[in-house]
């Protein structure tokens, strides 16, 4: 009986992993198509592909360079 109740918790513990993992990698995209409009996605994809070394998504990191990059665009726009 211990034993059926040990590997269902290493069962649902490795469910718990796999669908975390599910998560850390669609976030990002459902974020993109949800909040960002269709003609800056393709540069904010972009962006985080560039500043993202590891499997993960830094989000900080990539959002402070999405911000800093708009202000950039933003500024050259009004200059014009």
């Known amino acids: 009986m211990e034993h059926?109740?040990?590997?269902g918790m290493i069962g649902?513990?490795?469910g718990v992993v796999v669908v975390v993992e599910l998560a850390a990698a669609v976030l990002p995209?459902?974020?993109?198509?949800?909040?960002?409009?269709?003609?800056?996605?393709?540069?904010?994809?972009?962006l985080i592909a560039a500043t993202d070394s590891s499997r993960r998504l830094?989000?900080?990191?990539?959002?402070?360079?999405?911000?800093?990059?708009?202000?950039?665009?933003?500024?050259?726009?009004?200059?014009v």
Do not use: K, M
């Open 29 to 46: 995209l459902v974020i993109i198509l949800a909040y960002v409009p269709p003609g800056e996605r393709a540069a904010l994809t972009e």
């Open 12 to 14: 649902a513990f490795v």
């Open 58 to 79: 830094r989000v900080g990191r990539a959002l402070r360079l999405a911000v800093a990059a708009r202000r950039v665009a933003r500024a050259r726009d009004t200059l």
């Open 4 to 7: 059926i109740a040990l590997v």
